[in-house]
């Protein structure tokens, strides 16, 4: 697997340039939609297009360097957004939601690395309104409500407040420096005088993301706890591997398993609002989600934490590693 790895670090760039295709990861080969014990680079594409329908440069090789490849339709990856009612003290598993968003799922009941105080982690999407920090969608100490707003929460149902967050960088956006704001309303003076209908946008570069993940600080310890609801208490930490069987608890779909199909995935995800985001070092699973799922925390069969869930597709689940997850937020089980 580690040449695979490597293979597929060197190749992304110019496979994810080719029609259609949104992912790459390292797992193995699929035969007849079940795994075999051949090793591929997984490339995963929205849909499967006829090759006598694509030029012969946009054709995925069957072999990378003697590895071989293998096509999967996964359809369009999007954040997943939809036990819905009031509980106390909430658990892992229930609907929760920053207060401008519908409802996501509480994932788990984190501790600071240093001070050790109880957090509420889910997904950015989820507590912070998939901001990347300088756009006004979200700001440090805003509510969060139990359940999500999508569930009838409103202001009487504040569980906590947003404490931090990872930002996530969509392709394009508008760009912080005011050097470059600066440079972008200078050139459109000029632009206008030779164009009057034209405007000039500069888009900062996008960065990869690793994790959609955030913390909340609850209004009161005694206001949550860490069971997660129908899978008990967290057991450690798993060592992830491609076929390693998964399960989660969340908001819409409940419990769910799946099995781990790929991973190391380097993903394009839909964030909304006509914005998309560029995930690395992702695990993708098969279905085993539906809106509203997110910020999910994902366990193995002995209740070792896998991942954050936080975007997926009818045909494919995308989680974020929980090592991933709590060094850049730095918490600990």
């Given at each position: 697997m ?10 992304r ?10 992912g ?9 939609g079940?795994?075999t014990k051949v ?21 995925i ?8 490849t293998?096509?999967?339709?996964i ?5 997943l ?25 509480f ?14 982690l ?62 972008e ?8 005088l ?25 209004i ?10 129908g ?16 399960q ?5 779909s ?46 193995d ?29 730095d918490?600990?089980?």
């Amino acid at each position: 697997m580690r040449k695979i790895n490597r293979l597929t670090f060197l190749y992304r760039n110019d496979l994810m340039k080719k029609t259609n295709v949104v992912g790459i990861g390292s797992g193995y080969k699929l035969k007849d939609g079940k795994e075999t014990k051949v090793p591929s680079i997984m490339v995963f594409v929205e849909r499967k297009i006829p090759k006598a329908d694509l030029m012969r440069n946009q054709i995925i090789p069957k072999k990378i360097e003697g590895i071989h490849t293998d096509v999967i339709e996964i359809g369009e990856i999007k954040l997943l957004s939809e036990r819905t009612s009031k509980i106390r003290p909430a658990q892992p598993g229930i609907s929760i939601g920053h207060y401008k968003i519908s409802a996501g799922t509480f994932g788990a009941v984190v501790r600071d690395s240093r001070t050790k105080e109880p957090y509420i982690l889910s997904n950015n999407h989820i507590l912070a309104n998939v901001t990347n920090g300088n756009d006004g969608r979200a700001e440090i100490g805003d509510p969060i409500l139990q359940p999500g707003s999508y569930d009838g929460g409103t202001e009487n149902d504040i569980i906590g407040r947003l404490h931090k967050f990872v930002p996530i960088n969509t392709e394009g956006q508008q760009p912080s420096c005011p050097i470059a704001q600066f440079v972008e309303k200078l050139l459109n003076r000029v632009l206008k005088l030779i164009k009057p209908n034209y405007k000039m946008k500069i888009g900062k570069y996008s960065f990869e993301n690793v994790v959609d993940a955030a913390l909340a600080k609850p209004i009161s310890q005694d206001e949550i706890k860490s069971e997660i609801l129908g899978l008990g208490n967290i057991a450690g930490i798993s060592i992830v591997k491609p076929g390693l069987e998964i399960q989660k608890s969340g908001r819409s779909s409940g419990i769910t398993k799946g099995k781990v199909r790929a991973v190391n995935v380097f993903i394009q995800v839909n964030v909304g609002e006509g914005r998309k985001a560029i995930f690395s070092k992702q695990i993708m699973s098969g279905p085993m989600a539906d809106p509203g799922d997110s910020g999910s925390i994902v366990v193995d069969t002995e209740n070792k934490a896998v991942g954050l869930l936080f975007a997926g597709s009818a045909m494919a689940t995308i989680i974020n590693p929980i090592e991933y997850v709590l060094k850049e937020l730095d918490v600990e089980l």
